[in-house]
């Protein structure tokens, strides 16, 4: 464990894995035992939303990057479900990396696989990742759960500048001390306000915001045909995302 960063603590109920830091009570992410490449919490599901903003046949195309692993059921299903060109996941703590190997099914470094104990500002800054990736993935908070760890513009500019054209990233936003407007304020001033849409929040307060660089966004049908195919082959409520998705207003 890296002297400053909080130690991985595992519990397990019902059948039910979950990834805390420390001694906060906090999910960091979960896993079923039996079923490890379902993505268990609903937040987790909705920051799937992305698929909707990519073409049904590249859904398993490009480079995909989770921000923050968490118990890695987003880099798991990029992985092993969608199969993916190339996954890569940015994690800061040593101690969070080696939970998700022990506990998690999280799969060795491979061809398409990369774990990198890194901090992700430092990634996201880093010229050799400037339009690297199709699909971001943000979530990133410490063991106290009270906002975004990183939160400015100039992070989520940076975060634009990881994506190709095209490209599009998911982002969850929650906290007891965070103020959704103000983080979608400076989320539209990175990627300009008519390429950001968020999500209803789930029952706990998660709001995932979805964001992209130079999307045009298809009609209805074609979304409603998204929606259905990504229902069909991977099981997840696409159809619910769509209803629920809305366009950033200042």
């Not at 937040?43 to 480079?63: F, I, K, N, T």
């Not at 500048?161 to 906290?175: A, I, P, R, T």
């Amino acid at each position: 464990m890296k002297p400053g960063l909080p130690s991985a603590t595992i519990a397990e109920q019902d059948g039910l894995r979950t990834l805390h830091l420390g001694d906060t009570p906090w999910v960091q992410g979960a896993m079923l035992v039996r079923e490890p490449r379902t993505i268990v919490l609903e937040y987790v599901q909705r920051m799937m939303a992305w698929m909707l903003w990519r073409d049904s046949a590249d859904l398993s195309r490009g480079h995909a990057v989770q921000l923050g692993l968490g118990a890695g059921a987003i880099t798991r299903y990029c992985h092993q479900v969608l199969r993916m060109d190339r996954v890569t996941a940015v994690e800061l703590n040593p101690a969070v990396i080696a939970a998700c190997r022990h506990a998690f099914r999280l799969p060795a470094d491979d061809a398409r696989l990369s774990v990198l104990e890194r901090d992700a500002q430092a990634w996201v800054d880093d010229d050799a990742n400037l339009q690297t990736a199709q699909v971001l993935n943000v979530d990133l908070y410490d063991h106290e759960a009270a906002a975004p760890v990183l939160d400015s513009e100039a992070f989520y500019a940076a975060c634009r500048g990881v994506l190709v054209h095209g490209g599009v990233m998911s982002v969850n936003l929650f906290g007891r001390a965070a103020s959704f407007e103000h983080s979608a304020v400076r989320i539209a001033a990175a990627f300009g306000k008519d390429q950001v849409w968020s999500l209803r929040p789930t029952r706990e307060g998660n709001t995932v915001v979805v964001a992209t660089r130079g999307v045009r966004v298809p009609g209805r049908d074609e979304l409603s045909a998204r929606a259905a195919n990504i229902e069909r082959r991977h099981g997840l409520l696409a159809g619910k995302w769509l209803r629920m998705v809305r366009p950033y207003k200042a």
